[in-house]
């Protein structure tokens, strides 16, 4: 069940953002997502609680996706 719903949020952001993908963002507010990206995997490696490393995933690839369509040519 958590992979379907890992899939579909993938699969619902791309299709979303496709939409606007010649639109950029600022090179700060881009800098900005990397640096919450990281700090997001410095936590899922030091949580032990699924729930929590579940979640972390979510908004990693949430913002994996943002990063890669507004921010990368």
Excluded: R, W
């Excluded at 953002?17 to 410095?42: F, G, P, Q, R, V």
């Excluded at 032990?48 to 972390?56: A, I, P, R």
């Amino acid at each position: 069940m958590k992979t379907l719903l890992t899939f579909s949020t993938i699969f619902f952001l791309s299709f979303s953002t496709n939409a606007e993908y010649n639109k950029k963002i600022s090179e700060t507010e881009c800098a900005n997502i990397y640096d919450h990206a990281l700090e997001l995997i410095e936590k899922q490696t030091s949580n032990k609680d699924l729930d929590v490393v579940d979640d972390l995933n979510d908004k990693l690839v949430a913002n994996s996706i943002i990063y890669h369509t507004y921010c990368k040519d």
